[in-house]
């Protein structure tokens, strides 16, 4: 059994399986870990699809993407870790959650003496939206690449130190970025400095 609030869909729509299955694994997450369980308790969800991508050596793969209301974002930044991994390990894919943020026409009509929030602009939502898919990473550079083939493609650089935890589902990031926002990006990872090197040599040896 599950809570049913856990799934926040709108009126009339039904949930999938796999919406409700995700649902179930957040509820028992949450009831078998009581320091998360604040947190955990105002997670919803919003949607849950299995998306396929080809891979750069042409194999075909998967990953979840699961969509979470805003409301919910400063809770899950606090397990997000926790509820990744434990819904990886459940549905042996990669998982990806992203905020459902809401974007204002500049010609929405509203009152003169209101303003835009620019939270709420098309290019903030996007550089959002680009954050949410590297979790449980984390952006350090990002710069534009020119090329004849492929055109303009967006280079994101993640900390080093989480090339171990996230190596293995920069592909599927990428996919998910392009597929939300019609955006192309490479993801790699930052040159580490003198000290991460020695942090990563220790973590090697911990290995």
């Known amino acids: 059994m599950f809570n049913r609030t856990k799934l926040q869909k709108k009126e009339g729509v039904k949930p999938t399986e796999l919406e409700e299955d995700t649902a179930k694994s957040l509820t028992a997450l949450e009831q078998s870990n009581k320091d998360i369980q604040r947190e955990l308790r105002v997670i919803f969800i919003n949607a849950v699809t299995e998306e396929s991508y080809e891979s750069a050596d042409g194999s075909a793969q998967k990953y979840i993407l699961i969509k979470i209301p805003f409301r919910s974002l400063q809770f899950f930044k606090k397990v997000s870790s926790a509820v990744i991994d434990h819904l990886e390990k459940k549905f042996q894919w990669p998982v990806i959650v992203v905020v459902n943020r809401t974007i204002d026409s500049k010609r929405k009509i509203s009152h003169p003496s209101q303003k835009r929030p620019r939270s709420r602009t ?7 939206t680009l954050h949410d898919v590297v979790v449980p990473s984390s ?7 020119m090329s004849r083939d492929t055109g303009l493609t967006e280079q994101v650089f993640l900390d080093p130190l989480d090339k171990m935890l996230v ?9 998910a ?23 990563l040599e220790k973590l090697a040896k911990r290995d």
Request: glycine fraction near 2%; charge should be positive; charged fraction near 35%.
């Open 122 to 128: 098309l290019k903030a939502v996007q550089a959002a």
């Open 139 to 145: 952006i350090v550079g990002r710069r534009q690449r």
């Open 167 to 175: 190596e293995e589902k920069i592909e599927a990031m990428a996919d």
């Open 177 to 199: 970025y392009q597929k939300l926002t019609t955006h192309k990006i490479s993801i790699e990872f930052a040159k580490p400095t003198s000290f991460q090197k020695k942090k």
